[in-house]
């Protein structure tokens, strides 16, 4: 297999402009070239203003580097966006299972190095779990932490769980008591099966989240986001409301959907509202085509104006009880 060619980014440009007839001429495209790079900006976002027939890539006529530029900007603020809302979900959930937890181990005078409140998960025992808490921890270094481990010799479960990385919560989660997660399902009306003591839809709805945080906090698209799928998602009331039959992709529609539990009514409108108005921008910048490609790629309902779409994610306001926690 022969190595890529490198091309210097004066034939680059030329590339750009005589083979893809992606227009770069002024000042200010060459220098977002130079400060983004080809690869990020051309490769990254080149194919919504293209046609793929038979193998054969033909570009829209009078595309400029412009528009492309625009859907980068356009995917770092959604970024930027979604970031603020899924690390208030992560807090927020570590929070509430960090009561709980800290609670009843006060009560019963147990503490969370216990290996014994730990339930092995197929190769996740005890040990295992507590050996990826600690690594976590040691990896901080953050004053609160020093001083809880100088003055007391013990965190408790609600500052141990500010260490933790969303994965590690989650994982947490999953292998502690059934009660927690129940309380937690309870609390953000996320359906289980208490039969079978089958929380697993809580944090499947939590991993793709999570996945969603990782693609951010490495600076990948979102726009084209697909999540691992997973047979123990399930279709909340949200999902049926937008006109889903069935969960068939797991792309950034379904991620918003499943954020919508977490989010008390009033703040998801806003976040909404936040990611509607960078459409408007969008909209505005591009050759239409390219729009609706990009709507497709996000998940959106393309047999409907963009904004019916994400107006409709607005209808039925969640509704969060935090009072019933206490």
């Given at each position: 297999m022969s190595a890529k060619e490198?091309?210097?980014?004066?034939?680059?440009?030329?590339?750009?402009?005589?083979?893809?007839?992606?227009?770069?001429?002024?000042?200010?495209s060459k220098e977002y070239l130079v400060r983004n790079g080809y690869f990020n900006l051309v490769n990254g976002y080149k194919d919504y203003f293209c046609?793929?027939?038979?193998?054969?890539?033909?570009?829209?006529?009078?595309?400029?580097?412009?528009?492309?530029?625009?859907?980068?900007?356009?995917?770092?603020?959604?970024r930027k966006i979604i970031f603020k809302y899924v690390t208030q979900i992560e807090e927020e959930v570590g929070t509430i299972f960090g009561y709980l937890f800290e609670k009843d181990l006060t009560s019963n005078k147990?503490?969370?190095?216990?290996?014994?409140?730990?339930?092995?998960?197929?190769?996740?025992?005890?040990?295992?779990?507590?050996?990826?808490?600690y690594g976590d921890v040691s990896k901080r270094s953050n004053d609160y932490l020093r001083h809880y481990e100088e003055k007391h010799s013990y965190l408790p479960s609600w500052i141990m769980i500010k260490a933790l990385n969303f994965g590690t919560l989650i994982k947490l989660i999953s292998n502690t008591d059934d009660k927690y997660k129940q309380r937690l399902c309870d609390l953000y009306q996320v359906?289980?099966?208490?039969?079978?003591?089958?929380?697993?839809?809580?944090?499947?709805?939590?991993?793709?989240?999570?996945?969603?945080?990782?693609?951010?906090a490495h600076s990948e698209r979102i726009i084209d986001f697909k999540g691992r799928m997973s047979n123990?998602?399930?279709?909340?009331?949200?999902?049926?409301?937008?006109?889903?039959?069935?969960?068939?992709?797991?792309t950034l529609v379904d991620t918003l959907l499943y954020m919508k539990m977490f989010i008390p009514g009033s703040e998801y409108k806003h976040f909404i509202n936040e990611i509607v108005?960078?459409?408007?921008?969008?909209?505005?910048?591009?050759?239409?085509?390219?729009?609706?490609?990009?709507?497709?790629?996000?998940g959106l309902d393309t047999t409907k104006n963009y904004k019916c779409s994400l107006r409709n994610f607005q209808t039925l306001p969640h509704k969060i009880d935090y009072i019933s926690v206490i």
């Amino acid at each position: 297999m022969s190595a890529k060619e490198f091309l210097p980014l004066s034939d680059q440009i030329k590339k750009l402009n005589n083979e893809k007839h992606i227009e770069v001429k002024n000042k200010k495209s060459k220098e977002y070239l130079v400060r983004n790079g080809y690869f990020n900006l051309v490769n990254g976002y080149k194919d919504y203003f293209c046609r793929c027939k038979k193998g054969v890539r033909t570009y829209f006529s009078n595309v400029k580097i412009d528009e492309l530029k625009a859907i980068m900007v356009f995917d770092r603020n959604l970024r930027k966006i979604i970031f603020k809302y899924v690390t208030q979900i992560e807090e927020e959930v570590g929070t509430i299972f960090g009561y709980l937890f800290e609670k009843d181990l006060t009560s019963n005078k147990l503490n969370w190095g216990d290996m014994a409140l730990y339930k092995d998960n197929k190769t996740k025992t005890g040990r295992e779990m507590l050996s990826r808490i600690y690594g976590d921890v040691s990896k901080r270094s953050n004053d609160y932490l020093r001083h809880y481990e100088e003055k007391h010799s013990y965190l408790p479960s609600w500052i141990m769980i500010k260490a933790l990385n969303f994965g590690t919560l989650i994982k947490l989660i999953s292998n502690t008591d059934d009660k927690y997660k129940q309380r937690l399902c309870d609390l953000y009306q996320v359906s289980y099966n208490s039969n079978y003591n089958d929380y697993r839809k809580l944090t499947a709805m939590l991993s793709l989240i999570n996945a969603l945080r990782n693609n951010i906090a490495h600076s990948e698209r979102i726009i084209d986001f697909k999540g691992r799928m997973s047979n123990k998602r399930t279709m909340t009331k949200y999902h049926y409301n937008y006109g889903y039959t069935k969960i068939e992709r797991e792309t950034l529609v379904d991620t918003l959907l499943y954020m919508k539990m977490f989010i008390p009514g009033s703040e998801y409108k806003h976040f909404i509202n936040e990611i509607v108005n960078e459409f408007d921008t969008l909209k505005s910048s591009i050759h239409n085509n390219a729009f609706i490609k990009v709507c497709k790629s996000i998940g959106l309902d393309t047999t409907k104006n963009y904004k019916c779409s994400l107006r409709n994610f607005q209808t039925l306001p969640h509704k969060i009880d935090y009072i019933s926690v206490i």
